[in-house]
């Protein structure tokens, strides 16, 4: 189980993804985890395309967008 003030965080992270318009993805990915995700955690990309309906490559360039929007907060 995750620490409290680690679930605000994550929820804070994912409320300011949504907020630049990616709340589709996110809510897809979370509501598909178990499908889009392996069991080490790793994002399995041809899965969330196909969840998503979307091409590799777009997928690739949403990530590297959402990468950028958060490395502010990582840096």
């Known amino acids: 189980m995750k620490n409290p003030i680690d679930i605000l965080e994550i929820n804070e992270l994912m ?7 990616y ?3 996110i809510d897809c990915l ?3 985890e178990q499908l889009v995700y392996t069991k080490k955690g790793r994002l399995n990309k041809s899965s969330a395309c196909r ?4 091409k590799n490559k777009e997928l ?4 590297l967008k959402m ?3 958060l490395a502010k907060d990582f840096s």
């Open 23 to 25: 709340g589709e993805i």
């Open 51 to 54: 969840k998503l309906g979307v």
């Open 30 to 32: 979370l509501e598909n």
């Open 67 to 69: 990468r950028e929007i």
């Open 15 to 21: 409320q300011k993804l949504k907020d630049e318009g």
């Open 60 to 63: 690739d360039d949403v990530l």
